[in-house]
Nanobody
Framework: QVQLVESGGGLVQSGGSLRLSCAASGRTFSTDTMGWFRQAPGKEREFVAAITWSGAGTDYADSVKGRFTASRDNVKNTVYLQMNSLKPEDTAIYYC????????????????????WGQGTQVTVSS
C-alpha cells in the first residue's frame, strides 16, 4: 500500500521556523517530482512548493518564495519543507503529494495534477 506521511507540524510564534517531512512507503518516489500544498480553514487547497526528483528544480508560490525551501533525500524516500519567517497567514494543514503530471521544466500548481496525497500535518502560527 502506497503511503505518504507528513510530520513536523506544530504551533510556532510569528517569525519562527518549522521543518516538515513527508515520508513515503510502499513504493519509491525517488524518480518523481513531489509537491507541497496547504489548506486553511474555509479556503481551497493551494500550491506551496514543488521539487524535481533530483532536487535541482524547484517551484514556489509567490507567498512563500524566499521563506520556504523544499528539499529531498531519495535514499530515505523523504521530502522536506523548511519554513522560515513564518507568518500567521501560513497557518494551515500542509500536504505532500506526487506531481504525476510533471514534464521537464514545467511544474503545475493545480492539485488535480498531483496524486498519492498524505493525511496532512497542522501548522499554526501565532501572532
Amino acid at each position: 500500500q502506497v503511503q505518504l506521511v507528513e510530520s513536523g507540524g506544530g504551533l510556532v510564534q510569528s517569525g519562527g521556523s518549522l521543518r516538515l517531512s513527508c515520508a513515503a512507503s510502499g513504493r519509491t518516489f525517488s524518480t518523481d517530482t513531489m509537491g507541497w500544498f496547504r489548506q486553511a480553514p474555509g479556503k481551497e487547497r493551494e500550491f506551496v512548493a514543488a521539487i524535481t526528483w533530483s532536487g535541482a528544480g524547484t517551484d514556489y508560490a509567490d507567498s512563500v518564495k524566499g521563506r520556504f525551501t523544499a528539499s529531498r533525500d531519495n535514499v530515505k524516500n523523504t521530502v522536506y519543507l523548511q519554513m522560515n519567517s513564518l507568518k500567521p497567514e501560513d497557518t494551515a494543514i500542509y500536504y505532500c503529494a506526487r506531481h504525476f503530471a510533471y514534464y521537464s521544466g514545467s511544474f503545475s500548481r493545480e492539485k488535480d495534477d498531483y496524486d498519492y496525497w498524505g493525511q496532512g500535518t497542522q501548522v499554526t502560527v501565532s501572532s
